[in-house]
C-alpha cells in the first residue's frame, strides 16, 4: 500500500493546466513533488499540517473523488442516498490525505521508469505506465488510471503490480455496508479518520 500511495503523491502536484496531456501532467508534477520533499523535508518531518496542506493544496485536485468513491463502493453504490455521497465521498477524501501525507515523509529517490501509455487521449482515458525501480529487487509497474473532464485529465484509480488501489478498498467498503449499512461505513471512516 505504502508503494501505491507513495507513486501517486510522486505524480500529482501540478496544475493540470501545466501539461499538455496526461503523460506530460504525470512527468512533471513528479519532477515538482520530488523537489519539494527534498528542499522542505525537515519542515515536513517537524509538521505533519504542512504535508496535509501540501497533499490538499498540490496533490488532491487531480483525483476524481467521486469516481474513486463509486469505484470503491461497487455493487453498493446504487444505495447511497444524496446526502450519504458527499459524506461518503469527504470521509474516503480525509483518508487518502492522511496516508499519502506519511508516505511523502518516506520518499527515498526511488527512480521512475515511463513506459508507452496504453488508450486514447482523443477517446478521453488512458493508462499512464511507469516502472519504480528498486535497488537489489525487480521493478515495481505502477499504471495510473485517467479520464479526460472539464477539469482536465483527472486519476480515477492506482493499480501497482495489477493490484487496484480502488478494488483493495472495496472489500473493506463492503465489509463494513454489510456489518452496519452505509451510515455504518460512513461512521467507520470518520473514526478511521480522528484516529
Known amino acids: 500500500m505504502k508503494i501505491i500511495i507513495l507513486s501517486l503523491c510522486l505524480m500529482l502536484a501540478l496544475p493540470a493546466m ?12 513528479s519532477a515538482k513533488v520530488v523537489d519539494e520533499i527534498k528542499r522542505n523535508e525537515d519542515l515536513f518531518q517537524n509538521d505533519p499540517q504542512r504535508v496535509y496542506d501540501l497533499v490538499n493544496t498540490l496533490v488532491l485536485p487531480h483525483f476524481d473523488f467521486v469516481a474513486m468513491t463509486d469505484l470503491a463502493l461497487g455493487r453498493y453504490k446504487d444505495d447511497v442516498n444524496d446526502q450519504q455521497r458527499p459524506a461518503i465521498v469527504n470521509e474516503f477524501r480525509l483518508l487518502l490525505v492522511r496516508t499519502y501525507s506519511s508516505a511523502l515523509l518516506e520518499y527515498a529517490d526511488e527512480v521512475l521508469v515511463y513506459l508507452p501509455m496504453e488508450g486514447s487521449e482523443a477517446e478521453g482515458e488512458v493508462t499512464v505506465r511507469i516502472e519504480i525501480e528498486q535497488a537489489g529487487g525487480f521493478p515495481i509497474p505502477i499504471n495510473y488510471m485517467l479520464r479526460n473532464s472539464d477539469d482536465g485529465w483527472k486519476v480515477f484509480d492506482v493499480s501497482v503490480d495489477e493490484v487496484s488501489l480502488v478494488t483493495n478498498y472495496r472489500s473493506s467498503f463492503a465489509r463494513a455496508i454489510k456489518k452496519n ?9 470518520r473514526s478511521r479518520n480522528e484516529s
Not at 18 to 29: D, N, R, V
Not at 181 to 189: F, S
Open 18 to 29: 501545466a501539461a499538455s496531456g496526461p503523460e506530460q501532467l504525470i512527468k512533471e508534477t
Open 181 to 189: 449499512g452505509i451510515d455504518g461505513l460512513i461512521e467507520t471512516l
